[in-house]
């Protein structure tokens, strides 16, 4: 078989290869909603590994205000968002949390105008960083999102404070019966694809706090019910500083249940 017939095999194969790997994505994420719904399984929380991401793909893939989808192909948040209001009855009311870096503007065009669907992207603004929307009064008249924009070189102050005065306030006032996470940690300090994060960003322990008080949320509204999945974040070693970070704040919320349960028996 000559060079170039071989070269094209193989190139036919990588490609089927990560076409079934790219198919399989919205399939986990529907999957862990599954899991925590199913009440023989005691798992009420998941963090879903996935990767590409999948935030900036909207209904028809690419956006038409936008030249680029961001690495995203499937948007595994709004698919599991959807997935869940059409197949369990008691979830009538969810809830997407976008803390990436970048706006989920993908997201934003799935969901907007849904009454059963709140969704908050909290987000690096100005007209010259991707994807360049998410201003605070874009779409404020549909009534089901919530855009925060943040000085390009936001720190853990003003994230944090946005958090507690926009975003958790957001969620009580919806109180929904499902809390969905667009986990992006690319606002980490040194990650390779944020501007100026030599200089500002967030730390580990700004995803703890955050994810902490979403997963209590989830304990009052939810019955512990939270999904997140992957978004950004391009560094190895802080992606998985971030990502224990995410975690714990989850799994810590899921003990102080256990042991407010504990005390009132």
């Known amino acids: 078989m000559s060079q170039p017939i071989l070269s094209l095999l193989l190139e036919l194969l990588l490609e089927l290869f990560f076409m079934v790997c790219f198919l399989s994505l919205p399939r986990l994420i529907s999957s862990a909603v599954d899991q925590i719904m199913d009440s023989r399984i005691p ?20 956006l038409e205000s936008s030249n680029s989808q961001g690495f995203c192909i499937f948007n595994s948040i709004a698919i599991g968002a959807l997935y869940a209001l059409e197949t369990f009855e008691e979830i009538e009311r969810v809830a997407i949390v976008d803390f990436d870096i970048h706006h989920g503007d993908g997201t934003q065009d799935i969901v907007q105008g849904r009454k059963d669907i709140l969704f908050i992207s909290s987000h690096a603004y100005d007209d010259n960083f991707y994807p360049f929307s998410g201003s605070d009064d874009e779409l404020r008249n549909v009534g089901n999102v919530l855009n925060i924009p943040l000085d390009i070189a936001f720190a853990s102050l003003s994230f944090r404070r946005s958090y507690q005065t926009i975003v958790y306030p957001a969620l009580e006032k919806f109180k929904p019966n ?14 390779s694809l944020a501007p100026l994060r030599d200089k500002t960003g967030l730390l580990p322990e700004d995803y703890y706090a955050v994810s902490l008080d979403l997963a209590r949320i989830a304990n009052k509204y939810c019955q512990g019910r939270i999904v997140s999945a992957l978004e950004g974040g391009y560094g190895s070693e802080a992606l998985a500083e971030c990502s224990t970070a995410h975690t714990s704040g989850f799994m810590d919320a899921g003990l102080e249940e256990i042991l407010t349960g504990a005390e009132s028996i």
């Open 43 to 62: 798992l009420r929380r998941a963090f879903c590994i996935v990767r590409p991401p999948g935030h900036h793909a909207g209904r028809e893939g690419i």
């Open 178 to 191: 499902l809390i969905f996470v667009s986990a992006g940690f690319d606002a980490r300090k040194g990650d």
